[in-house]
């Protein structure tokens, strides 16, 4: 049994890697797709084009730009002074934000008086203009709070002070919330998935299309020898995959890595028994390696979209959400973060590697009694 399986290894790792594209396509192209994602996959806001639309032209409304400038998230690369300039360079999407200080502005403020300030977004991407609505609120408080203590300084020592609250964040895991460190562990996940099921849902459609599925037929190996020497080649790739691009995420991008790397292998382990049994799967009912890979991205779409990977699960619809438990994606996901980000063990874990080699199980079960070791 063993000099058989070893035949079979040895004749798919020569058939995978005897061509120098697949070589590059199998090693190089994730390396490059994870550099190409750590600098896209990020919606951290800074440098966002910015109007000045200044009518009071005080200190104190220079003052407030001066913050708004360097805070380093607005970039103020227009001071205009009529609507018509404000309207065309937001229609035009020149700039993302105008801050509008109306005549009196000083005058309210030294008065005494609430001084108002209007910040005009674009809207058209609802999740920035959020996240800049939120960096405008936290300079304006500062410099509220800056007016406020200066206007205290001033009263008379015998005035007693009213009591306040001040509230300080305490950011665990991922302290200068940065999207990159959040996105980048799922992104090893999703290239995992689609190499592994891209390799395996072809392995057994290609023989078929090449005519080697009769010498397979005719040969000694048994069902299990055959499903084994198919699907133990690409788990190999997977793993070195895995360490290719963790070790891109980590020294190039300064991904923290504050888990067990034993741990991630292990899961990526059980990972692999979902994957690839998807990928067995999907190669016993194609028929060409064309109906493979279609069949590949109708799985492969639908399971990044409810794995959490760009969009929170707790923010679905509840029907949804009850179907994502099915998705083994959804748990990688967690795994991933956690021993990245959190740096959590087995001792948290468990359920989500125990749901996943659940899942596994079955799916490479259901895939192993669907492979017959036949043309049809």
């Known amino acids: 049994m063993f000099e058989r399986l070893k035949s079979m290894l040895f004749k798919e790792f020569r058939q995978v890697l005897r061509d120098p594209r697949m070589k590059v396509t199998i090693f190089a192209a994730p390396v490059i ?5 750590g600098y896209a996959a990020t919606t951290d806001v800074k440098n966002v084009p910015t109007a000045v639309y200044d009518l009071d032209n ?8 001066r913050a708004f400038i360097k805070s380093g998230y607005f970039n103020a690369r227009h001071y205009i002074n009529t609507d018509e300039q404000m309207k065309s360079l ?24 609430t001084a108002q300030i209007q910040l005009i977004l674009d809207g058209t991407d609802s999740t920035t203009a959020s996240v800049v609505l939120g960096y405008a609120s936290s300079i304006i408080d500062r410099y509220s709070h800056k007016q406020l203590d200066k206007r205290i300084e001033l009263l008379p020592q015998e005035v007693i002070y009213l009591p306040s609250v001040d509230l300080r964040a305490r950011i665990w895991f991922n302290e200068n919330l940065e ?11 999703m290239l995992v ?5 891209l390799l395996t849902s072809m392995a057994v459609v290609r023989e078929k299309e090449i ?8 040969s000694p190996l048994t069902a299990t020898e055959l499903i084994l020497g198919k699907l133990i080649p690409f788990a190999v790739i997977a793993f070195i995959d895995v360490a290719f691009i963790t070790a891109v995420g980590v020294l190039w991008f300064k991904l923290p890595i504050r888990g067990s790397i034993v741990l991630l292998f292990a899961s990526t382990f059980v990972y692999l028994f ?10 016993t009912i194609s028929s060409t390696q064309q109906e493979a890979m279609m069949s590949t991205f109708l799985f492969i779409f639908p399971a990044n979209l409810l794995s959490g990977l760009i969009f929170p699960i707790a923010n679905m619809p509840k029907l949804v959400q009850w179907i994502t438990l099915l998705n083994p994606l959804r748990y990688f996901m967690v795994i991933l973060r956690g021993i990245f980000l959190k740096g959590v063990g087995l001792s948290i874990l468990w359920p989500q590697i125990l749901v996943l080699l659940l899942i596994g199980l079955a799916i490479l079960s259901i895939s192993v009694l669907r492979f017959r070791k036949t043309i049809g």
Do not use: D, H, W
């Open 211 to 218: 005519g080697t599925i009769e010498q397979l037929i005719v």
């Open 274 to 283: 979902t994957s690839l049994g998807v990928g067995l799967f999907i190669s």
């Open 58 to 65: 005080t200190p104190q409304s220079r003052e407030i730009t």
């Open 33 to 37: 797709q994870i550099l190409i994602f």
């Open 90 to 113: 937001i229609n035009k999407s020149v700039v993302n934000a105008v801050i509008c200080f109306n005549r009196g502005f000083a005058r309210k403020l030294i008065g005494g008086e």
């Open 179 to 189: 999207s990159r460190n959040f996105y980048l562990p799922g992104v090893i996940a």
């Open 193 to 197: 998935t689609v190499m592994t099921l």
